[in-house]
């Protein structure tokens, strides 16, 4: 009996020291994950998640991007393109008439600077693709010609895009829509505490990490490579974007012509930036706005940015950094490159 | 006599337990970094892992079944994209990574490699831009 109830102890003891062991050690160790969606880079970091969730997460990543993506030909955004001027409504996805809505009253409120009606202006432009060229005024002009005549209908009985010709590109906001859909499959999972995920340079910051301390999110140095930055953000979560003249761009004649087209004069934007980064809960939200904050330049955002509730930090061609009083005391520098200050942030 | 499955004297043994387990996290956490590691993937799936601490000469990877192929440099100090077929070439001037946490994208070949590993707590959690 004496035997039976030492033994009772020792291996309660035993049980105990295991379970002390190792009370700390999974839920501190991230699972991560790698992979390719959206034509993009996609990192994710899950505390409390397992590498089963973030395959989860590519593949709706995936789903998504057959969604929105007006090159798949059987996306919602596809089918919506070709009948173009027929008249008919199309019924779409409920997450398609969702992001077409948000999206389309964001390019009223930037007066046009962030635009879901630019496919045939980024069609003729091609930056990056294998036409990419710069075009004729002729064209830039019939161009911009259609799209301003070109409308979107939403109603109860689907969605109407008009006239002939006209068509959505939704990818100055697809990264940030990534950030979404991965938000919503981390709610599914109550077991995940907190996550990082990274659709391209878009991010999601999604509950905390194990020792409490805020994210770290690096901007990148345009004039560097992919891992050289201006400085780092701390943040207590949301999503953060950034649009910059350097993600795509050719050279002709000595000339460099980057991606973020200006919706009114069918140019590549000229506003005295190189990036904007823009924090703001929503990731299809701060993609956009990072997009029309790049067309409007620093001053004309302002407003923009106060009506969604999000904050943004500026890097000029000068090499200044200024941001809105939000993320002033987030941002250290870096002193790597030595070529960028830090200037007090614009006046509301 | 009924006796109790934990006594008063297991009360001290189960403190000497709790003080145990206190000096292994501490020990765990006082311990030098984890080596650099170079991860290589290619569609998402690692396809090598590379001690660079195993590396004693320049070692160059070209990787099979990749279009735009791609040719990865490993040395002692760092790992970098040597030479690749696509267009844009933003792979190979990314340069050298050294720190962990670095990676650099191959995005038409869908070849990424970062150096995971170091401890680095200086890197930031994610990169925007």
């Known amino acids: 009996m004496q035997h039976r109830k030492k033994n009772a102890r020792v291996l309660f003891l035993s049980l105990l020291l295991t379970a002390i062991l190792l009370s700390g050690c999974a839920s501190s160790e ?37 969604r929105i993506s007006w090159r798949d030909e059987g996306s919602d ?35 046009g600077a962030f635009s879901v009606l630019v496919g045939p ?55 940030g829509i990534g950030c979404d859909t991965a938000r919503k499959v981390c709610e599914q999972h109550p077991e995940i505490s907190g996550a990082m995920v990274s659709v391209g ?91 029309a904050c790049f067309v409007l330049g620093k001053e004309n955002s302002l407003s923009l940015l106060r009506q969604y509730g999000a904050e943004a930090l500026f890097l000029d061609q000068d090499g200044e950094i200024t941001m809105t009083e939000g993320l002033k005391g987030r941002f250290t520098l870096s002193g790597e490159s030595g070529k960028y200050t830090v200037a007090g942030g614009p006046q509301p | ?21 206190a000096g292994f996290f501490w020990w765990s956490f006082a311990q030098p970094s984890q080596e650099l590691t170079a991860v290589v993937r290619q569609d998402g799936e690692v396809v090598e892992r590379i001690p660079l601490a195993s590396i004693t000469e320049s070692r160059h990877e070209v990787l099979p079944d990749c279009e735009p192929a791609v040719c990865i440099l490993v040395e ?6 040597e030479t690749a077929d696509c267009p844009d070439q933003l792979c190979v001037r990314t340069g050298k990574l050294t720190r962990a946490g670095q990676s650099a994208v191959c995005l038409p070949a869908r070849v990424s490699v970062t150096l995971e590993g170091g401890g680095d707590a200086a890197s930031p959690d994610a990169v925007t831009g």
């Open chain 1, 30 to 66: 991230p699972a991560d994950t790698t992979g390719f969606a959206m034509n993009a880079v996609v990192n994710i970091r899950l505390y409390g998640g397992d590498g089963e969730t973030g395959g989860q997460i590519l593949r709706e990543l995936s789903v998504a991007e057959q």
């Open chain 1, 77 to 111: 955004i596809a089918r919506l393109n070709r009948t173009a001027g027929a008249g008919e409504p199309v019924s779409l996805s409920d997450e398609t008439i969702v992001d077409l809505q948000e999206l389309t009253a964001l390019s009223e409120a930037s007066g």
């Open chain 1, 121 to 175: 202006l980024t069609q003729l432009w091609d930056i990056g693709g294998d036409s990419q060229r710069v075009p004729a005024q002729q064209e830039i002009d019939e161009v911009l010609s259609l799209t301003g005549q070109s409308s979107l209908s939403l109603t109860d009985h689907g969605v109407t895009l008009s006239p002939k010709g006209a068509s959505i590109d939704l990818g100055a906001a697809g990264k």
């Open chain 1, 201 to 291: 340079g878009s991010v999601l910051l999604y509950g905390a990490k194990p020792d409490g301390s805020e994210w770290k999110v690096g901007v990148r140095d345009p004039d560097g490579g992919q891992n050289d930055l201006i400085g780092t953000l701390s943040l207590p979560g949301g999503c953060v974007s950034t649009s910059g003249d350097y993600e795509r761009f050719f050279e002709e004649d000595g000339v460099l012509y980057h991606h973020i087209l200006n919706p009114t004069d069918g140019y590549p934007a000229q506003s005295g930036l190189r990036s904007v980064t823009v924090w703001h809960e929503n990731g299809s939200v701060s993609d956009a706005l990072s997009t």
């Open chain 2, 1 to 21: 006599m009924n006796r109790k499955l934990v006594r008063p004297a297991d009360f001290v043994l189960i403190g000497l337990v709790l003080c145990a387990a």
């Open chain 2, 76 to 81: 002692p100090d760092g790992v970098c994209f």
